[in-house]
């Protein structure tokens, strides 16, 4: 149980053109889903969580407008990096939790996209 | 926000040692704190995680505990196996401003030799 796809699992785009990655749980309902990016050798870095029907939420530093998040359903929440560019080259991973609060605590990752902007 | 500390960066042991792996957290509300494994080019996978409200837990090979009044936790790895070499993550859960969210560490390069 709790399996999450990510798609596409690797992705070259040319500069200034945008990139759609879907994050799905297979087989639990994910009210959260959280998207990180990960550069080589390094660890995690939480870009934004989204709720299932609202806005992501954004950390400091991630730009909203750049990465488009939406999570319109229990089992989909899709990441549009918009007018990519090589900086924008990384490792993109995300996230599903099957509750929220003190509920289920547990995150469950999906396989990542590599993502490379020539 | 939270802040996670890990130690070491990189961790080398013999096969059947001992691997004990350290992190501090800043933040005394949080509550939750896995162990990821990661393997070179793999997504993360969840190994053990512990409640605030549990100093210790035990499954197999693999042990964390956690000591809340000083705000630390550690993996433990008994009798390691080369396929135990991966990057290992801790985390811990706090309520950031978007709900309660993940800090990772920097992660731990453990190589188990033969």
């Known amino acids: 149980g709790a399996v999450v796809s990510q798609h596409p699992s690797w992705v070259i785009c040319k500069s200034g053109t945008s990139v759609k990655i879907e994050c799905r749980s297979l087989?639990?309902?994910?009210?959260?889903m959280f998207w990180y990016r990960q550069f080589p050798k390094q660890s995690l870095m939480l870009m934004a969580t989204?709720?299932?029907?609202?806005?992501?939420?954004?950390e400091q530093g991630v730009e909203k407008d750049k990465f488009l998040i939406n999570h319109a359903s229990l089992t989909l929440s899709t990441l549009t990096v918009t007018s990519a560019h090589p900086e924008d080259s990384s490792f993109y991973i995300c996230?599903?939790?099957?509750?929220?609060?003190?509920?289920?605590?547990?995150?469950?990752f999906g396989p990542g996209t590599r993502l490379t902007v020539t | 926000g939270e802040n996670v500390e890990q130690h070491p960066s990189t961790l080398s042991v013999q096969e059947g040692d001992s691997a004990v792996i350290k992190c501090t957290y800043s933040?005394?509300?949080?509550?939750?704190f896995p162990w990821y494994k990661q393997e070179l080019g793999k997504r993360p996978q969840l190994i053990i995680d512990?409640?605030?409200?549990?100093g210790e837990k035990k499954d197999q090979r693999i042990a964390v505990t956690l000591n809340k009044t000083a705000k630390h936790f550690s993996l433990h790895i008994t009798e390691t196996q080369p396929e135990d070499s991966a990057v290992y993550f801790c985390?811990?859960?706090?309520?950031?401003?978007?709900?309660?969210?993940?800090?990772f560490g920097k992660g731990t390069s453990l190589l188990v030799t033969p």
């Open positions: 996230s599903a939790s099957p509750g929220t609060g003190d509920g289920r605590n547990e995150q469950y």
């Open positions: 512990i409640r605030s409200n549990v």
């Open positions: 933040d005394s509300a949080s509550n939750y």
């Open positions: 989204s709720n299932e029907g609202s806005k992501a939420t954004y």
């Open positions: 985390a811990a859960r706090w309520n950031s401003n978007s709900g309660y969210a993940l800090n």
């Open positions: 087989d639990f309902q994910a009210t959260t």
